[in-house]
């Protein structure tokens, strides 16, 4: 993943520019915070020119919140998923009532948390081990955590949370759990670790996003009590195989 500086001549911001997931046609943008000033539409295509460039198919975008949409909707892109939003304040917490033991990860664990993370997520959202590295840097202070089931080691790894911290603010990063132990009380466990890890640390509130259609997830975050938001957000499409004149 590559950084394009954008805004040249009225304030430097920059566009976080590579493959979506490993993927050699999809090119993922992503806007880096903190910035200078809002990404304009001729920013946006900018980084489509250097897309289309590079051979790659199709752009797709951040989660993007409605105010971050503009002008990547300005110059052509649609609406390819949506999600939710959660807060949860972190002033009230569940009781933690352990489902499985939970230990921090050892990067010996990657390959069996990629194996629980692709069994529960389809193939657009799965993590390759850039995604799982791009998702333990992407905050100052981060909580990797996996869960151990009836094998004890990591074959018997059933599921695993990242949990990441910025100034006041933590977000779920990542939260996966092995379908055969979906039920089971392992997601909670999971998460409400994190959760205390986040309060412990001075974290004032968290979030969460999930598909819209996905209510199992939503459930789960709504009894350990993340609040929806009413604004929801996004990941944005662009077709670049279309030919469209940027």
């Keep these: 993943m590559s950084l394009l500086r954008v805004g040249v001549g009225h304030g430097d911001r920059l566009l976080r520019f590579g493959p979506w997931r490993g993927d050699a046609l999809t ?20 980084c489509l ?13 951040a989660a993007l919140p409605r105010r971050e949409q503009g002008p990547f909707l300005d110059v052509g892109f649609t609406v390819g998923e ?3 939003l959660l807060v949860h304040p972190l002033d009230h917490l569940p009781v933690l009532r352990a489902a ?19 069994a529960a997520f389809d193939s657009f959202w799965r993590l390759d081990d850039a995604g799982l590295g791009d998702a333990l840097a992407a905050t100052s202070a981060v909580h990797y955590r996996v869960a151990i089931g009836p094998g004890g080691d990591t074959s018997g790894l059933v599921g695993y949370a990242i949990t990441g911290r910025a100034d006041h603010r933590g977000y779920v990063q990542r939260l996966a759990v092995d379908p055969a132990a979906e039920g089971t009380g392992v997601g909670a466990t999971l998460l409400i670790d994190g959760l205390r890890w986040l309060r412990r640390w001075g974290a004032r509130d968290a979030l969460v996003n999930t598909q819209e259609g996905n209510e199992r997830s939503l459930r789960l975050y709504q009894r350990t009590g993340f609040v929806l938001q009413p ?3 996004a990941v944005l499409r662009y077709d670049l195989s279309a030919g469209a004149d940027l």
Aim: aromatic share 4%; proline share 9%.
């Design 27 to 46: 090119a993922y943008i992503a806007p880096v915070r903190p910035g200078l000033g809002p990404i304009s539409a001729a920013d946006v295509r900018r």
């Design 49 to 61: 020119d250097a897309a289309a460039a590079a051979r790659y198919r199709t752009a797709i975008t």
């Design 82 to 84: 949506r999600l939710h």
């Design 100 to 118: 499985a033991p939970l230990r921090r990860a050892r990067r010996r664990d990657r390959p069996a948390t990629l194996a629980v993370d692709h």
């Design 231 to 233: 604004e929801g957000l």
